[in-house]
């Protein structure tokens, strides 16, 4: 249980384009999604924090209008990099906290499996 | 803000023996929960243990094991029985509102 999905698994797009990436929590709900940005050899870094029906929370640094976030039903949040540069290459990562479930599953986040972007 | 120091970038044991990763945090909360997330070459992010801060009994998983000392504000790791699939960077987390994550640690097992 609590598995959660990105697609696509790696995207290389040229500067300028956007891109989708995809994040789904496929045997549960999540009201809340989380998004991150991990560099080579880095830790994770928190980038925004995804509402189901509302709109996202962003941290400090990150531009809302270059990374859009949608998070348009309890199971699907998507990220969108508008107008990507070479400088937006990365690997980003979604994670997922169940609404209500055992205590087993409160207050953990389950993560996909990543997105690999390549800016040409 | 709160912050997760793992002190030790990178660890190494042999295959079957038992090592122990650090995580030291810093907060002026009293809830909390903390984790250990495991990062294989595949990158996906595993969950391998968790801790709620107000029970004081220590949580374990199988061969894993943490050390809760909540006054010191440490977190540690223990591994038993090391396996080759135990390689990977371990990242310390904290999590209150967000999750905060450790700079990880990279494990290497050796034969």
């Known amino acids: 249980g609590a598995v959660v999905s990105q697609h696509p698994s790696r995207v290389i797009c040229k500067s300028g384009t956007s891109v989708k990436i995809e994040c789904r929590s496929l045997?549960?709900?999540?009201?809340?999604m989380f998004w991150y940005r991990q560099f080579p050899k880095q830790s994770l870094m928190l980038m925004a924090t995804?509402?189901?029906?509302?709109?996202?929370?962003?941290e400090q640094g990150v531009e809302k209008d270059k990374f859009l976030i949608n998070h348009a039903s309890l199971t699907l949040s998507t990220l969108t990099v508008t107008s990507a540069h070479p400088e937006d290459s990365s690997f980003y990562i979604c994670?997922?906290?169940?609404?209500?479930?055992?205590?087993?599953?409160?207050?953990?986040?389950?993560f996909g499996p990543g997105t690999r972007l390549l800016v040409l | 803000a709160q912050t997760v120091t793992q002190s030790q970038p990178e660890m190494s044991v042999q295959e079957a023996e038992t090592v122990t990763l650090s995580c030291t945090y810093d907060?002026?909360?009293?809830?909390?929960?903390l984790f250990w997330y495991k990062q294989p070459p595949s990158r996906q992010m595993i969950l391998v243990i968790r801790q709620e801060a107000y029970k004081q009994q220590n949580a374990t998983e199988n061969r894993f094991s943490v050390n809760f000392q909540k006054a010191a504000k440490s977190f540690s790791l223990k591994i038993s029985d090391s396996q080759l699939g135990d390689a990977a960077m371990y990242f310390c987390?904290?999590?209150?509102?967000?999750?905060?994550f450790g700079t990880g640690t990279r494990l290497t097992i050796i034969p």
């Open positions: 995804s509402n189901e029906g509302s709109k996202a929370t962003y």
């Open positions: 987390a904290y999590r209150n509102e967000k999750l905060t």
């Open positions: 045997d549960f709900q999540a009201t809340t």
């Open positions: 994670s997922a906290s169940p609404v209500v479930l055992t205590e087993k599953y409160q207050e953990t986040q389950y």
């Open positions: 907060t002026s909360e009293s809830d909390y929960y």
